[in-house]
C-alpha cells in the first residue's frame, strides 16, 4: 500500500508537468492549427542549454535557469519568424512535415554538441528529496509543482483577461476575422510558439535534474501526446486533466505490472494503449470541440 500511494502521488506530480506541456501543444494548435511535432526538441534544448550554463559556465542555478528561460523565449520567437512565418497559408501538413523535420534536426544538433551520453545536473538542492508524511518526493519535482501551478493559473489569467491573450483566443475562434479587427496574426503565432518554448524548457530542466539529460529527452514531447489526445487538442482545461490522467495511469500501470502482471515496460506503453481507446471512443477527447459540417 505504501509502495501503491507513493506512485499515486508520484503520477499526480509527473502529471501536472505533462499537463503544462500539453498546453504547449495546445496552444500552438488553437492559434495556427499545427500539431508541433518538435515538442520534445524543446524540451532537450532547454534541459542542455542550463546544463552548459551550470556546468560550463558553472553559475548557480537561480541564475542559470532564469537565462535558460529568456533564451528559450527567444528562440521561440525566431524559429517561427524565420522557419515557420514563411509557411502561413501553405497546406497544414506541409507545416507538420516541417515540425518533424526541425525535430530531427534539433536532436541530430544537440547530439553532434553534447554527444550521445547522458549526463546528470550538478546539485541544485541541498537535499534531493523530501520527506513528506512518509513518502519521499524528489525535491525538483516539488519545484516542478510550483512551478506548473503557477503557470496554470497564469495561463488561466492571460487567456481572460489580458490584451494578447484575448488576441489569441480570437485568432484561434477565427485567423481573418481577429485579422479584420485589427490583431496581428503574425505576433500572435511569434507569441504562441515562445511561450510553447519557454514552458517546455522549464519542463526539461526538471526532467533532466531527475533522470539526467539525454536524446532520450525528446521522447517526453510524445508520451505527452495521449494527454493532449485525451483531453482535447484543443482544450487547455482538457490538457491539464490530461496530463494528470496519464501521470497517474502510467505509475498505476507500473505498480500492477510489479506486483501481477509481469508484461514489463508497462510505465512506457500504458499511455498508448490509452491513447488508441481514446480514439476509439472520444476522438475528440473529453473537452475537445467536435467539428460539424454540412454537406
Not at 524540451?43 to 546544463?51: D, E, H, Q, Y
Not at 477527447?285 to 475537445?288: I, P, Q, S
Given at each position: 500500500m505504501e509502495?501503491?500511494?507513493?506512485?499515486l502521488v508520484n503520477g499526480l506530480i509527473i502529471g501536472t508537468l505533462y499537463g503544462v506541456v500539453a498546453m504547449c501543444f495546445v496552444l500552438i494548435y488553437k492559434s495556427t492549427r499545427v500539431v508541433n511535432f518538435a515538442q520534445g526538441e524543446f524540451?532537450?534544448?532547454?534541459?542542455?542549454?542550463?546544463?552548459a550554463l551550470l556546468v560550463k559556465f558553472n553559475l548557480p542555478f537561480y541564475i542559470g535557469f532564469p537565462i535558460t528561460l529568456v533564451f528559450m523565449l527567444i528562440f521561440g520567437i525566431l524559429l517561427q519568424v524565420v522557419v515557420l512565418r514563411p509557411m502561413i497559408g501553405e497546406p497544414i501538413i506541409s507545416v507538420i512535415m516541417v515540425t518533424i523535420g526541425l525535430s530531427m534536426f534539433f536532436q541530430s544538433l544537440m547530439g553532434w554538441m553534447f554527444g550521445g551520453f547522458a549526463r546528470s545536473y550538478p546539485q541544485v538542492f541541498e537535499t534531493q528529496s523530501v520527506n513528506i508524511l512518509g513518502l519521499q518526493i524528489q525535491s525538483a519535482y516539488l519545484m516542478s509543482l510550483v512551478l506548473s501551478l503557477v503557470i496554470m493559473v497564469g495561463f488561466y489569467y492571460f487567456f481572460k483577461y489580458s490584451k494578447t491573450g484575448l488576441a489569441m483566443r480570437a485568432t484561434a475562434f477565427d485567423q481573418q476575422v481577429a485579422q479584420s479587427l485589427g490583431v496581428s496574426v503574425k505576433q500572435v503565432f511569434a507569441m504562441a510558439w515562445a511561450i510553447s518554448a519557454l514552458v517546455s524548457a522549464m519542463a526539461g530542466v526538471v526532467v533532466g535534474m531527475v533522470n539526467g539529460v539525454s536524446s532520450a529527452l525528446s521522447f517526453f514531447g510524445i508520451k505527452v501526446f495521449p494527454a493532449v489526445i485525451l483531453g482535447g487538442l484543443d482544450s487547455i482545461i482538457g490538457a491539464i486533466v490530461?496530463?494528470?490522467v496519464i501521470g497517474v495511469l502510467e505509475n498505476l500501470a507500473e505498480f500492477f505490472d510489479a506486483q501481477w502482471l509481469h508484461i514489463g515496460n508497462m510505465?512506457?506503453?500504458a499511455p498508448f494503449y490509452a491513447l488508441v481507446l481514446i480514439l476509439m471512443i472520444k476522438p475528440y477527447?473529453?473537452?475537445?470541440t467536435k467539428d460539424i459540417e454540412r454537406i
Open positions: 509502495l501503491f500511494v507513493q506512485l524540451l532537450l534544448i532547454g534541459a542542455w542549454t542550463c546544463w490530461g496530463g494528470l510505465y512506457t506503453i477527447g473529453f473537452f475537445g
